[in-house]
């Protein structure tokens, strides 16, 4: 079974300034997605950025980019110009790759509350 | 477009009664997923149907769980004799076909057992 660790419960940083959140896991699988949601206070988990674990280039959208260290199976996330609308928990998520059973199925780290101070 | 919407939004029950918590995906999303996220905690993988039919549901906690999608659309998650411990927030998701299979949640229903 996968498992996925975030060993930072809660983290701050001033507007504008650059965080890194980690996210460490655990798999024999050779192909898979790993991914990055974001949850406020709304409820809505969403979107923020998504890596295939078969492409060696760290996936970047806007602000955010990524880490990926395959063989050390680790996966932070790097939020660059902080902005207050970043306030929310993180979650790190796995998902084994096509043709595995289980596939689709995501499995979350227990996330990490990062506050943006102006 | 529309995104994946879920309702009730809140419901409080009683101690051993029934519910329902409905899920209606984005359009065209052939696989749709649940999740139930406890307090402070990352949320945990309950079934997952492509089409019509489950394809996992092996996060199921017991049998007073059960999850139809009758018509490849809209989806039902039914607990019966509710106990305290199944308060959570249940979340819905749903991806469209193709490898990458990037899930797209509603908000979810904060479900409260008295």
């Known amino acids: 079974a996968q498992t996925v660790t975030q060993s930072q419960p809660e983290m701050s940083v001033q507007e504008a300034e650059t965080v890194t959140l980690s996210c460490t896991y655990d798999?024999?699988?050779?192909?898979?997605?790993l991914f990055w949601y974001k949850q406020p206070p709304s409820r809505q988990m969403i979107l923020v950025i998504r890596?295939?674990?078969?492409?060696?280039q760290n996936a970047t959208e806007n602000r955010f980019s990524v880490n990926f260290q395959k063989a050390a199976k680790s996966f932070s996330l790097k939020i660059s110009d902080s902005q207050l609308g970043d306030t929310a928990m993180y979650f790190c998520a796995f998902m084994k790759g096509a043709g595995g059973t289980s596939y689709g199925k995501l499995t979350f780290g227990q996330g990490t509350i990062l506050t943006v101070h102006p | 477009g529309a995104g994946v919407s879920q309702t009730p939004s809140n419901k409080v029950t009683e101690k051993g009664k029934y519910v329902e918590l409905r899920c209606d995906p984005i359009s065209g999303h052939t696989a749709l997923y649940w999740y139930r996220q406890s307090l402070g905690q990352g949320p945990e993988f309950l079934i997952y149907?492509?089409?019509?039919?489950?394809?996992?549901d092996s996060g199921l906690p017991n049998d007073r769980f059960f999850a139809v999608r009758p018509e490849g659309s809209v989806s039902t998650l039914k607990i019966q004799r509710t106990e305290r411990g199944d308060s959570a927030v249940y979340l819905c998701a749903s991806s469209p076909l193709g490898t990458t299979r990037t899930q797209y949640f509603g908000p979810g229903t904060r479900l409260l057992v008295l």
């Open positions: 798999t024999s699988e050779n192909n898979y997605y």
């Open positions: 890596q295939e674990a078969y492409k060696q």
């Open positions: 149907f492509q089409g019509t039919g489950a394809a996992d």
